[in-house]
């Protein structure tokens, strides 16, 4: 596809269960962003991938949160023992690169703790 | 780090009507970018500037970044029901050295009535 894509768009999980996230940014590009959007909130930064490795991970709440990009491309954001705060919309978006800074956001998953 | 201010929170305004949109920075702004977001959807990148006094215009709606760059404005001409959503205001965090991370304000939430 042309665009960045995310999956599931929408999931609803208990309090205590791990949770998977995964995007798929736009062929090429190597700057991959994950964020965070609350209610009446902007989205919010949370790690920032330069082609596999996690070149700042400054935003992430804490260590339940993890994400990792294998080979380069698509990105899973991981969350572990997800508590009810944790319910918000998760954005990825892609660049071409760190120095162009036109980022790409996927739809977004609507993640729901009960 | 930097925080972005938006204004209004909300505008309702009736089709062909002009308004405006205002983002204000605690810091100066070495990347002010515009975004549109419709619920359930992504950001849709609109505009970015860079240069104080700058201004770019995309069909009928015009960016501006003030001469100190700690203020911009996006103007929307003869608004149409297809404008309405969510705007976004967002800039680099350039000052902290990580160009790539991107500072969004709360948003701004625009609906037309026709």
């Known amino acids: 596809g042309a665009g960045v894509s995310q999956t599931p768009s929408n999931k609803v999980t208990e309090k205590g269960k791990y949770v998977e996230l995964r995007c798929d940014p736009i062929?090429?590009?190597?700057?991959l962003y994950w964020y965070r959007q609350s209610l009446g909130q902007g989205p919010e930064f949370l790690i920032y991938?330069?082609?596999?490795?996690?070149?700042?991970d400054s935003g992430l709440p804490n260590d339940r949160f993890f994400a990792v990009r294998p080979e380069g491309s698509v990105s899973t954001l991981k969350i572990q023992r997800t508590e009810r705060g944790d319910s918000a919309v998760y954005l990825c978006?892609?660049?071409?690169?760190?120095?162009?800074?036109?980022?790409?956001f996927g739809p977004g998953t609507r993640l729901t703790v009960l | 780090s930097q925080e972005l201010e938006q204004s209004p929170q909300s505008l309702i305004v009736q089709e062909g009507k002009n308004l405006t949109i205002n983002c204000t920075s605690s810091k100066t702004l070495y990347g002010l970018y515009w975004y549109k977001q419709k619920y359930g959807e992504g950001l849709i990148f609109l505009m970015m500037?860079?240069?104080?006094?700058e201004e770019k215009s995309h069909e009928k709606i015009t960016a501006k970044l003030d001469e100190k760059k700690q203020q911009s404005s996006l103007h929307i001409t003869a608004s149409q029901p297809s404008h309405a959503g969510i705007y976004l205001c967002?800039?680099?965090?350039?000052?902290?050295?990580?160009?790539?991370?991107?500072?969004f304000g709360k948003g701004t939430l625009l609906t037309v009535n026709p």
């Open positions: 062929s090429g590009h190597t700057a």
């Open positions: 978006a892609s660049s071409l690169s760190r120095d162009y800074n036109e980022q790409f």
């Open positions: 500037l860079q240069k104080g006094g």
């Open positions: 967002g800039a680099d965090d350039y000052s902290g050295g990580s160009n790539y991370k991107l500072t």
């Open positions: 991938f330069q082609g596999t490795g996690a070149a700042d």
